[in-house]
């Protein structure tokens, strides 16, 4: 009997063993449910891919902030590589066509979107966006965020104090707080804050950068504390330097004449003698979006080659 359904119903299924035909009411009642709750527990790591890679996700979709940045792009590449739908949205002068086209590359579904995270109703229109296209979210990946300006404590501009506070602090706020209650609709999801190690130690030439991802911590502990009753994980990730703009970006600030003297500085105060790239701090954001990390929330991980216990 169990083989007239694998070959009726046309896919595998758990069998419970041979049930004998004098049997088959019975039988038949539990070769259903199994089938049933084989398909109802059907969870991410179940989908192969067909290059043979195991994907961590079924059906699943991510938000990504600042996509078209270094890093934003990488989470979202390797999100699409495990399986995952992407929204990649940036600001409008930043296209994230790239990374949308990278993503399809991986063999990920994905859209865009233009959106300023300082903005409440551009956040609303996202979570719609999402509404319409996927009816569902999993992942939150809050990434956009600016470096401010490079500057003593002192002398450190007001008007760029408000700009990096209004991107890198209200921005996951208002992102945690608008997209919870899609999150929360499917019994658990994650969200991930991308702040630094800029969040764990000081700078006297970045104050403003360096308050914005200690505030990003404080966020990331409250908002977990706030999720996990309804299985919503919240976690932070903390990179040291990594190859993107921003970076680049730095290094000017700190010496218009020599950037390269810097980073080389830079790199050789990171134990492992480099900076990172955007795929390694990807990796770490993909596991805390993934099955594996569940149990996983209102944590700190690092990604900074040992700089911090250095
Ligand atoms: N690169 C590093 O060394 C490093 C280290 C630690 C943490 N981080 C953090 O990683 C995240 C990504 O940075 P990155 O290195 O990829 O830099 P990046 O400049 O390449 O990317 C940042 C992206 O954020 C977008 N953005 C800026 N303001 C925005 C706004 N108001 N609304 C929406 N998007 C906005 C930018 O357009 C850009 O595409 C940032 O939060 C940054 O602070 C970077």
Known sequence: MSIFYREVLGRDFRLRGFIPARDYPR???I????LVGFRANEKPGDKE??????????ERVALVTGAAGGIG???SVRLAHAGWSVLAT?????SCEETLRAVREAGGDGMTLAQDVTSTSGWKDVVEAIRDRWGRLDALVNNAGIEGVVAPFENSPEDAFDRVMAVNVKGVFLGIQTCLPILRERGGGSVVNVASVAGLVGDPNIAPYIASKHAVLGLTRSAALSAAADGVTVNAVCPSPIETRMMRALEKGMSEEAPDAIRTSIAGSIPLGRYGSPEEVASMVAFLVGEEARFVTGSIHTVDGGMTPH
């Open 90 to 94: 940036d600001l409008p002068e930043a």
């Open 73 to 75: 792009r990488a989470v």
């Open 49 to 58: 891919e067909e290059d043979g890679v195991t994907a961590d996700s079924f």
């Open 27 to 29: 039988g038949f009642v």
């Open 31 to 34: 070769a259903w449910v199994e």
